[in-house]
């Protein structure tokens, strides 16, 4: 049975400009979140905030205003995605264990967007957020996510036509639902209840 994720609401950002979107995600996101689906603590920094509003994330993203309006929402998407790939560092780096790949998704003026975290997942320092990607339901990625699935929300309704393991990482797709299951709902639930009391990290590398 696929493991499944449930969108999470992300109002239109009032971001004035990147700079200011840089310096709201410093003050207020950089921190470690406790992963749902594994249990284990993801640390985000300064380093991967900088990464996601550099001008090459925002140009590989699937909208300017999607791609700041889900910036807020790095730490519930952090919370609520689901591991779905675990591989080795093509740079080889002793100190790194693994990549891990997350997949969650936002809802943002009615139409569902897969996020795509990637994850290194160091021996000594932990697991360390290193990017996170707002992508297009028509992209090859997010079409092999949701493979078989369907899915109607307000203005978008989706009916996957590939077959299952058509394209690439199709061997890791997810459910996107309203309807979690009792598990997920508990889960997600765990994780709100602990927004309150989520401390800042004091490492920025």
Same mark, same amino acid.
């Given at each position: 049975?696929?493991?499944?994720?449930?969108?999470?609401?992300?109002?239109?950002?009032?971001?004035?400009?990147?700079?200011?979107?840089?310096?709201?995600?410093?003050?207020?996101?950089?921190?470690?979140?406790?992963?749902?689906?594994?249990?284990?603590?993801?640390?985000?920094?300064?380093?991967? /905030?900088?990464?996601?509003?550099? !001008?090459? =994330?925002?140009?590989?993203?699937?909208?300017? $205003?999607?791609? &700041? *309006?889900?910036?807020?929402?790095?730490?519930?998407?952090?919370?609520?995605?689901?591991?779905?790939?675990?591989?080795?560092?093509?740079?080889?780096?002793?100190?790194?264990?693994?990549?891990?790949?997350?997949?969650?998704?936002?809802?943002?003026?009615?139409?569902?967007?897969?996020?795509?975290?990637?994850?290194?997942?160091?021996?000594?320092?932990?697991?360390?957020?290193?990017?996170?990607?707002?992508?297009? /339901?028509?992209?090859?990625?997010? !079409?092999? =996510?949701?493979?078989?699935?369907?899915?109607? $929300?307000?203005? &978008? *309704?989706?009916?996957?036509?590939?077959?299952?393991?058509?394209?690439?990482?199709?061997?890791?797709?997810?459910?996107?639902?309203?309807?979690?299951?009792?598990?997920?709902?508990?889960?997600?639930?765990?994780?709100?209840?602990?927004?309150?009391?989520?401390?800042?990290?004091?490492?920025?590398?």
């Amino acid at each position: 049975m696929l493991e499944g994720t449930t969108p999470i609401d992300a109002p239109k950002h009032s971001f004035k400009n990147f700079d200011e979107a840089r310096r709201w995600a410093r003050e207020n996101i950089v921190g470690t979140y406790k992963n749902g689906n594994t249990g284990e603590d993801i640390y985000i920094s300064r380093k991967a /905030i900088d990464k996601y509003l550099s !001008r090459k =994330a925002v140009e590989k993203s699937v909208d300017r $205003d999607v791609h &700041l *309006s889900a910036l807020k929402q790095m730490p519930k998407l952090t919370e609520t995605s689901v591991l779905k790939e675990q591989k080795s560092d093509e740079e080889n780096n002793s100190s790194i264990k693994e990549i891990q790949r997350f997949y969650g998704a936002i809802r943002y003026e009615g139409k569902i967007y897969p996020v795509k975290i990637t994850v290194k997942a160091y021996y000594r320092e932990g697991n360390k957020a290193y990017s996170y990607e707002v992508m297009k /339901i028509e992209s090859p990625t997010a !079409r092999s =996510a949701l493979s078989g699935q369907s899915y109607s $929300d307000g203005n &978008l *309704s989706y009916q996957s036509s590939l077959p299952y393991g058509s394209e690439p990482m199709a061997d890791f797709p997810i459910t996107i639902s309203d309807d979690p299951s009792p598990k997920s709902r508990q889960s997600v639930a765990e994780n709100r209840s602990s927004e309150v009391s989520i401390g800042k990290g004091t490492n920025n590398s």
